[in-house]
């Protein structure tokens, strides 16, 4: 009687690991699949704004409406960095993430088009 017992015990166990089992994979499978179409998403806009030639006289009035809040007038810096030579600290691909995800509190994330964010690169350029 207690060996029917047990291994009944033991089907119940191995049917509840395989439940658990699969709607782990299940999860993770979601979690991957949206992490793989943001990425997407996020790549196809870098390449989009890397391939635009911006204005700099255009990069710095956006600068001048959106930024000098926390970066001064000349981005010298108050609460954010100075970013005279940021394109030197951070390659393109790495400001452009830090603008529209506001990476390092406490600068918020900008929603910007790609002509508009290839202009304040092309700006940010002009500052070394």
Do not use: W
């Amino acid at each position: 009687m207690s060996t029917s017992s047990s291994s009944a015990a033991e089907r119940d166990f191995k049917r509840e690991f395989l439940k658990i089992f699969i709607i782990v994979f299940v999860v993770l499978l979601i979690c991957f699949s949206i992490y793989f179409v943001n990425h997407q998403e996020n790549n196809k806009y870098i390449l989009k704004t890397l391939e635009i030639n911006g204005s700099v006289e255009e990069g710095n009035a956006l600068f001048k409406i959106n930024c000098v809040g926390c970066h001064g007038i000349t981005a010298r810096g108050l609460v954010g960095p100075d970013l005279h030579s940021i394109t030197q600290r951070l390659n393109d691909k790495e400001i452009i993430k830090q603008v529209t995800g506001g990476l390092t509190p406490p600068m918020p994330s900008f929603e910007i088009d790609p002509v508009n964010m290839s202009n304040l690169l092309k700006f940010l350029h002009s500052l070394e």
